[in-house]
């Protein structure tokens, strides 16, 4: 405490109480608006899963076409297919791994607003010493 400070004892409790609430909620609209961005991004790997998902239908689809078409005149119609349907289910197997892994919890969780608050927890420790 300063000497200078010409505020009592309870006018600074209050005001550092006063500051507490202030802390207390800016970290809270900072972890809203860090959750909302996740969100956000969980909604963005949605769509790559969807994505990946439809590509794999079409893997599906392209195993049967290629049994019929062009392919068969190069090669053997059995490979063909196994070729096609192998590369088109990668590619999709690919997509929807790359999507999942941008949902799972921990990249879900409020990073910044976490260190945030263990810096003010660390500040507020050091002031009461």
Do not use: C, Y
């Amino acid at each position: 405490m300063d000497a200078q400070d010409p505020r009592s004892i309870p006018e600074i409790l209050s005001a550092v109480a006063g500051d507490l609430a202030d802390l207390v909620r800016k970290e809270g609209e900072l972890i809203r608006a860090e959750v909302s961005e996740k969100v956000h991004e969980a909604s963005r790997a949605g769509v790559r899963m969807s994505m990946g998902a439809a590509l794999l239908i079409g893997a599906f689809l392209v195993l049967l076409q290629a049994l019929v078409l062009a392919l068969s005149k190069f090669m053997d119609p059995l490979w063909a297919s196994l070729i096609v349907g192998v590369v088109v289910g990668l590619v999709g197997f690919s997509l929807v791994k790359s999507g999942a892994n941008k949902v799972t919890p921990t990249r879900m969780a409020p990073e910044r607003s976490t260190r945030q608050v263990r810096k003010d927890a660390q500040l507020v420790k050091e002031q009461v010493q």
